[in-house]
């Protein structure tokens, strides 16, 4: 990963040399100073010190290692055009039909738009064409593509794949980078990455100065990220007339990006060129709620539903419309929860199709025949992921004729590649997934796809600050290339389980930009470290939808608050927020970090601040099966820290400490405990960067072991001060314990700053907590609080009043 190479010599050396001398002062009173005396910290030459880091990127190759990289892969073109097997298999992409006039376009356009469905071929081809072409003419090594994926697990396989169809390895001249992994060099001539990764590298280099090409990819997605460089790089162009942008996106919206870029090409030239990629897809019979039972009767499907929208709480409902202000038709409620009747549906449906009754014909319509393709199942979120899976693994006529696979964003890159594996003999293949399916994993033998409608999105009140996090149904673009996932090798059969009138003038044609719905301190931080525009609100509205400003002004007053941004009219960083900036964390979670070296307890707080950026080790659990029930029992050895946080740095402990031992013993502690190894591992590594991070300022010494050295763990098990540190990080994240009464007695409720009364979520170790015990604590921190029936507090933990007015005391001081 490149990221801006700070190296921890450059604070006191700055400082010990600009410093006026120690021994000024003493030597006018006539005394002599000690020739030892360390010098003064002075903090104006601190400041100095960081505001002066020079920013080094890898260094630009010479004329010479161009030279003989083209050389290198003029070879490599011309071996490739001999073998010609290769090229077959990319030939018959629909990709390869537009190879002539996509070079053509980017010869003569600095921007150029290339739309097609999904595995047509744009991703895995269009870069390779730029690499190609001028390999072709021997001048290989003068070009420099990033193409950036939204996912890691994109970035990663495509890579990969790229390579292999140029007969290559990855980490050769086609390489990648994504968080915590990267195979690249500074030889390297395509490089997959992810958004984040380009960002950094803009941060080290502002102009990208040795990058030819830049292929952002999946643009229709609308990520935060990727908007906020098509915002950053709309202004680059200006600087770099040489450097070519392509923007890859799916058949959606696309004429909002080449408006967005129109104005940079002068005179009668129309705008920017979109290149449409025909798809070869095959037809897809769309099936909807309803009809599926007129056209088949004695169908397995279900009787049509009375109501199609459920809103759980109108009153929420009702919120949600006044904070958004948006149309009602956007923001219908529906169940947190997919109902058990959809997923019964479901099941009946994946029975049916194993008979082989709705196997589709060459002209996509069903017939009864052999079966052969996968099933994909769209679903919201990974909690109707495992209840889906439970109730297909039930279902009569399913049992072993299936392998079913779960499919979400939450597994790792390992797990996640099972899905395009061949099922085992015998058996057909049943893909369980979130939207990730949706766009970024193309998996090829999908025939039939069973589409819930549904989504879950986030979207953040800066009023109220709360994220609502929602199942809300899908927007119609996304519903139309949910069912172009059957047709991809041959015709295939989509089930919605909604009705088509209701689709169709219910639902919104697309769904809301990712930056008109999350909150913005991230990117608020990014700004003020590119140095970009005068105010933060003054660049954002240049984006291609730009958020409210006052979801812009609360990031700043939030990153005001934790001392991230100096308090006057030009918010410049503050040594703090500059160091935040470069942590790749949220500015909280980075302040916990350097609290937690400062107060000598970083090893459970290195931990705790990887889980929450991350995601919890525990297995969410709905203690349904005895199992299920035994591992909540052993986990109740941590009850008593009434503390989520607190609780998984132990588990993470005991985890290591067995892992010393072997695998197997690792794997036995997470059976016992319900926990995912995998999480532990990649907590592992995103404690060893944040470790490096924190190095590299002075914060911690890396060379001294996994948890930066005993110089800051002096405190590691004074579990009160570890809270306070988790108190001064989190703030304002805190809900106070209430006393209430009523005819029944006294007890007690949450009530948030925000005066809204809140509770611990189910997955919470305080969830079950007795009102008493919440009583003679106080205080409850939290790391998100988010709204679905009621307003729940992710990741909780217990605090006195006494520990909170020191992690108070704490924030206020540093
Ligand atoms: O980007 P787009 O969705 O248009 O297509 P792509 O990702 O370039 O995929 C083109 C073809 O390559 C598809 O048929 C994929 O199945 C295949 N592919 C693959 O086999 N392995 C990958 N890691 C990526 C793509
Ligand atoms: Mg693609």
Partial sequence: ISMREITSSDVPEEVTEKEPSASQGPETTGEKPLETAPSMPNLEAVRAAYAQRAVSAAPPLTKAERQSISEELLKSWEAYEERGDLLRSRSNLPAAEVRAPFLEALAAHQVVVVAGETGSGKTTQCPNFILEAASATGRGGDVSIICTQPRRIAAV???????????ETVGGHVGYAVRLDSRSTRYTRLLFCTTGVLLNRLNASPDLEGVTHIVLDEVHERSLHTDFLLTILRELLYRRPDLKL??????????????????????????????????????????????????????????????TVDVEDAEFEAEVKRQYGRGAKEIRISPAVQSSADLRQIANLCAAILTGKYEPDEDGQEERGGAGGAILVFLPGHAEIENCISQLK?????????????????MSVQ???????????????????????????????????????????????????????????????????????????????????????????????HTLCEMQRT???ELVLQLRLLELGDHPGDFLRRAPEPPALEAVERAIRALVAIGALENDSQLRLTPLGFHLAHMPVDARIGKMLVYGSLCKCLAPILTIAACLSQRSPFI?????????????????????????????????????????????????????????????????????????HLAETGFADAEAGEDGGDQVNVHQSNLSLVRCVMCAGLFPNVAQVQRQSNARGTYHIFVSRQRERCAPHPSSLNFRQGNEFAANHGWLLFHDKVKTSQVYLHDTTLIGTSVARRGLLLLASI
């Fill in 157 to 167: 396989g495509v890579a990969t794949r790229v390579a292999e169809e140029r007969g």
């Fill in 246 to 307: 392509v923007l890859m996106s799916a058949t959606m919206q696309q004429s909002i990006f080449s408006d967005y870029f129109g104005g940079l090409v002068d005179g009668d030239e129309p705008r920017v060129p979109v290149i449409n990629v025909c798809g070869r897809t095959y037809p897809v019979t769309v099936r909807y709620e309803g009809q599926a039972q007129a056209a088949s009767k004695g169908s397995p499907i279900g009787p049509v539903r009375a109501e």
């Fill in 394 to 410: 039930g279902q009569r006529g399913i049992g072993d004729r299936a392998w079913i696979l779960p499919l979400h964003g939450s």
């Fill in 415 to 509: 797990q996640q590649q099972r899905v395009f594996k061949r099922p085992p003999a015998g058996q057909r293949k049943i893909i369980v997934s979130t939207n990730i399916a949706e766009t970024s994993i193309t998996i090829d033998d999908v025939t039939h796809v069973i589409d819930s409608c549904h989504v879950k999105e986030t979207r953040f009140s800066p009023q109220s600050s709360t994220s609502v996090f929602s199942t809300v149904w899908v927007s119609q673009a996304a519903a139309k290339q949910r069912a172009g996932r059957a047709g991809r090798t041959r015709p295939g059969v989509c089930w919605r389980l909604c009705r088509q009138d209701f689709m169709e003038k219910e639902l919104p044609k």
């Fill in 519 to 521: 909150p913005l301190e």
């Fill in 620 to 692: 969410r659990n709905f203690n349904r099966t005895k199992e299920e029930l035994q591992v909540q029992e052993r986990r109740n050895v941590w009850g008593e820290l009434h503390s989520d946080q607190l609780a998984a740095a132990k588990a993470y402990d005991k985890y290591h400490e067995q892992r010393r031992q072997g695998r197997e013993n690792a794997w036995a502690v997470c059976d016992r405990f319900g926990l995912s190894s995998s999480t532990l591992d990649d907590v592992a590594q995103l404690r060893q960067q944040f470790l490096r």
